[in-house]
């Protein structure tokens, strides 16, 4: 089979490189039949890399330990659904997991889009292709070919490393995978309108849904990642700033600045340039993440094993970087803006801001990255900067933001009027009012959880008026029930309350993020029988009972669970047990260091999070890490009310289109004016 | 004053108050990230050093590794193949931390006036390499 993957890998670099060729070089303007061709080149790629993506899969479920990938990565004991993660676990899988996704997108893209941008397709495809096979090679020549052979067959396999042995590791990867590479797919479309000079709003319309899919999939990629730290790593906490974290954290900033950009373009033909910009930015910002994901420049938790394939993704970087730049440099004077700003005070002026801040958090983030090889370069010592320079600069920025979220929707176009300003905003400003007031009364004194806290709480207003404002239109204009009139405002306006309802996800992180900064924290020795106590954010003292250390063995791993009895404020709330594994091959050897499974208690106030640090040999006597984390489910909560707005933005359908007009409308998605103001 | 004016100095004052918060960011948070030689370099230079919270990364010298569980407590040595060091660490260790084979560590603390560093938060990182693990595999195979 690794034959039949080498020779798939050979043919997808050949016929990749021949489609891009001829999109780039064959005159497909005038020849229809060219074009075709062109756009077939994508599915054959495609189909190649299907092939190659079979033949290690085979391998793997086979277990083929000659095979040196399936060897470094499985075992004959690692549960199956692992064998399916088994494939982008490891850096040369997952480069092919890269290319073959890629590939599909692509063949996507060339079958999905309106015929109406035919004129875009062939460079799509020759963009695509081009990115692909840049994998391809980078497997080929770069070392990390997934099909290499050992020089001798190993009994077993060496197992997969036991942090990865966890549900949110089947889906974490790859739903970051597919954001990062289905960013390619609108960064193709950019390049296209550039190459093609088809500069209208076209090739926004042609990849919005690529654009919002893309960053659905990083949302959700980052959600689970911040998960998955929480119930594996054991520090207690979701987010560490670690360079890999902000490496995924980056494009899904700019990405966001340019969904709220692009608006104002399709609406005002304003920010032609910011938003090839932005896109381009936040494309070569994927490929940087790569780049420091798999290069070990920068010191991380989250490691690749180090090797030169970083530098063939820094190599790429510059090259795309100048090339794409340069083409834009090129079609400058063809992406005049149609309109000026008229007011600060308006819906551009606030989306603007809002694109300024994303920007100016994306940079910061890069800066702090970068930090320690920037402080290294200028000035021979390595200065690093850690959660409090990130948490120092983010905070307002954020806050700012999230102010914004609320200014934004409500505010009008072009210039608004202080009658606007009065029906707007009085609601939800006194909404943050009350809440200040309320939460200042409840004993909360730290003035970025109030302010956090209170703005948050004005732009949840904001939404909840926007939503009972439509709701109410439709009952006295179709005079429909009121849930009939939820139903069918949130279906003919997708976009739009699709988004609102994203915004109020975005609050609920907020909110959680701010819970997390109360978070208490004790470690303990205790013998069997012996009590520990620990007080909450919110003033419950919590009491941890050590019941003793128990022993067993399961499928691949030895355990010993120690479990506490817990109890709040004296009222028992049951037991948590939190674990040490040692994983073992199928002969019983040990494999990998011994690992900790944390032990959480979960409920919408607060985790009680429990990690067994150990017991000296043979004893019961354990020591424990204990912390409670105020309002942590609502990372999850929110997480599903993102997925929830993403997916209703982007559902197809939608009201009949029948007119350019309506179509442009709806598509910005504003088809409903507010009602009561004039039309 | 126009609009795009006006735009403009808001702009300005966003970009100022980002640049202003990465500076003071930078010059309150920053920390050295050194070697054991430089850190004793720096410090013989500037003993000024010896109260600023420092990051130190180096290997663990193997079998220097002495811990008292009551104290939740661990003493080690770290070298860079130069210079080496004591370390004193209280808190839980990182299951990477171990005497098994030779790991690298990442320190955050104190570099204490008598030569000893106190750290506050301890990184391992698991210096094993998969190729070593091949070229063992192969080995028993033969005999």
Known sequence: MTYLGQFALWAAVLVG????????????????????????????????????????????????????????????????????????????????????????????????????????????????????????????????????????????????NPQLQNPGMIIHPPMLYLGYISLTIPFAFAMAALLAKQLDAGWIVAMRKWALTSWLFLSVGITIGMWWAYVELGWGGVWAWDPVENASLLPWLTLTAFLHSVMIQEKRGMLKRWNMGLIVGTFLLTIFGTFITRSGVIASVHSFTQSAVGYF????????????????????????????????????????????????????????????????????????????????????????????????????????????????????????????????????????????????????????????????????????????????????????????????????????????????????????????????????????????????????????????????????????????????????????????????????????????????????????????????SWFWIGGGILVFGGLLTMWPGGPQVKTARQRASIQAGYTVPLAGVAE | MKPSTKFALGSVAIVAVVSLLMVEGVKQTGTYFLTPSQLVAKAAQDPSLHDIGVKVSAKVVQGSIKRDPAAQRVDFTISDGTRSFPVTYTGLVPDTFTDKNEIEVVAEGKFGRDGTFHATVLVAKCGSRYEAQWDEMAKNKTT
């Not at chain 1, 599909?104 to 015929?115: K, Y």
């Not at chain 1, 963009?127 to 290499?148: K, Q």
């Not at chain 1, 607060?606 to 150990?614: I, K, L, N, P, Q």
């Open chain 1, 313 to 632: 993704f820094l190599g790429f970087l510059m090259v795309a970087a100048i090339l794409s730049f340069t083409l834009l440099y090129t079609r400058w004077p063809l992406l005049q803006p149609e309109a000026q700003l008229e007011s600060m005070v308006s819906r551009e002026g606030a989306f603007l801001y809002n694109n300024l801040a994303l920007v100016g958090i994306a940079f910061s983030v890069l800066w702090g990255t970068l930090f320690p090889i920037l402080s290294e370069a200028v000035r021979g010592t390595k200065i690093t900067v850690g959660p409090p320079f990130f948490n120092k600069v983010n905070i307002p920025l954020g806050i700012f933001l999230l102010f914004l979220t609320g200014v934004g929707p409500l505010i009008a176009w072009r210039k608004a009027s202080a009658a606007n300003l009065r029906r707007q905003f009085i609601a939800p400003l006194l909404g943050g009012i009350v809440a200040l007031g309320a939460l200042l009364a409840s004993g909360l004194r730290s003035p970025w959880a109030l302010m956090s806290l209170s703005v948050s709480a004005f732009a949840l207003v904001t939404v909840i008026q926007e939503f009972a404002r439509g709701i109410r239109a439709r009952m006295t204009m179709h005079a429909e029930g009121a849930p009939v009139a939820l139903m069918r405002l949130v279906a003919r306006n997708r976009r739009r309350y699709g988004g609102y309802v994203v915004h109020v996800a975005i609050m609920v992180y907020f909110v959680a993020f701010t819970g997390l900064a109360f978070s208490t924290k004790t470690t303990v020795d205790l013998q069997p029988g012996q009590t520990a106590s620990l007080k909450s954010a919110y003033g419950h003292t919590w009491t941890f009972t050590h019941l003793g250390v128990s022993q067993y063995e399961a499928l691949n791993r030895r355990v010993s669970a120690a479990t506490l009895e817990v109890a709040k404020d004296g009222v028992k709330m049951g037991t948590i047990k939190s674990e040490k594994r040692q994983h073992v091959d199928s002969f019983g050897n040990p494999t990998f260091e011994p690992s900790t499974e944390v032990g959480i208690r979960s409920d919408l106030l607060e985790d009680v999070y429990v990690v067994y640090a150990g017991s000296p040999d043979g004893t019961e006597r354990a020591s424990f890490s204990l912390l409670i984390n105020p309002l942590v």
């Open chain 1, 17 to 160: 490189a021949w489609g891009a060729a001829l999109a780039f070089f064959g005159k497909w303007e005038e020849r229809p039949a060219l074009a075709t061709a062109i756009t077939r080149s994508s599915y054959a790629l495609c189909a190649a890399l299907l092939v190659a993506a079979v033949a290690l899969w085979k391998g793997i479920f086979t277990h083929d330990f000659n095979i040196e990938y399936v060897a470094a990565y499985t075992s004959r004991n690692l549960p199956e659904y692992y064998l399916i993660s088994a494939f982008w676990a490891g850096q040369k899988g997952s480069l092919l997991f890269w290319a073959v996704v890629l590939s599909i997108f692509g063949a996507l893209a060339q079958a999905l889009t309106s015929q109406r941008f035919k004129a875009m397709l062939p460079y799509v495809a020759g963009i695509v292709n081009i990115v692909a096979i840049f994998f391809v090679m980078v497997m080929l020549f770069g070392g990390a070919n997934p099909f290499e052979r050992l020089a001798f067959t190993p009994p077993d396999g060496r197992g997969l």
